[in-house]
């Protein structure tokens, strides 16, 4: 939910503004709409979000701390560029989660739970066909939150979700670079095919290379694209007229 509207209707239902509000600005990092290095306004976001300023800096705040923006006094609100150590660090959470769990899920599958995984894999084959990389992206979502569900381990992965921000940027950059959404789709076959198999080391060696394919992704889109990324430990501070430029390119890019 990335929309004032669904905001809106949100908050009809009794849910909490701040969470809200975290939850759009997440949204929009995470899927690009707000990319590594913009300018973020509280001013322009309470607004479009008819929201006070409150929720949107408490917002903000939580998003600091989950390394999603990087906030300077007197100079203002960033997104933070994407940190190769950061998405490491999420991939070695996610890993070590999804195989642990797929290891109790050999051997657990049913017939009705590998009919659901191939029907996800249905779906992700008509996005590759209509080239629909969000469309695709939220059924890989979907498939690897069900694959943790056979475990009997779905309560985990709003846990894969919050820790792998940082990596979900970094793929989401990756899909329209390298096409390769054929190449996924198959490396989910391999891994849903060992599963009803019951091949526990060839099902755990597919999913963990399934896996890390995003580090040679990182590599490409770094080699393209390098003012999207920082090496620095601690964030750079920006400069006055490159915090302007980004703004006012964020701004012609939303006009387009």
Request: aromatic residues 4%; hydrophobic residues 40%; charged residues 30%.
């Amino acid at each position: 939910m990335a929309s004032a509207e669904g905001l809106h209707a949100a908050r009809s239902r009794g849910r909490n503004t701040r969470q809200l509000v975290h939850e759009v600005l997440r949204s929009r990092i995470v899927g690009l709409e707000l990319e590594p290095g913009s300018a973020v306004s509280e001013n322009d976001l309470a607004a479009e979000l008819g929201v006070s300023r409150t929720p949107v800096r408490e917002s903000l705040i939580l998003l600091a701390d989950e390394g999603l923006v990087d906030i300077y006094p007197q100079m203002g609100t960033f997104v933070s560029r994407i940190r190769e150590r950061d998405v490491a660090s999420a991939q070695f959470i996610r890993e070590a989660l999804e195989c642990a769990a797929l290891r109790d899920a050999v051997g657990k599958a049913g017939p009705r739970d590998v009919a659901e995984l191939r029907a996800l894999l249905t779906a992700q084959e008509e996005a590759d066909r209509r080239s629909d990389m969000a469309g695709f992206f939220q059924l890989d979502e979907d498939f690897h939150a069900r694959l943790m569900a056979v475990s009997g381990h779905a309560s985990a992965w709003p846990v894969v979700s919050q820790a792998k921000a940082q990596l979900d940027r970094a793929r989401r950059l990756s899909l329209p670079m390298t096409q390769q959404m054929s190449l996924l789709i198959g490396q989910h076959r391999e891994v849903v095919d060992l599963l009803e198999a019951g091949d526990l080391d060839r099902a755990d060696e597919s999913l963990r290379s399934h896996l890390r394919l995003v580090f040679s992704d990182v590599e490409k889109i770094r080699a393209k694209h390098p003012e999207l990324f920082s090496d620095e430990d601690a964030p750079l501070r920006p400069r006055r007229d490159s915090a302007r430029r980004t703004a006012s390119r964020t701004a012609s890019q939303g006009d387009r």
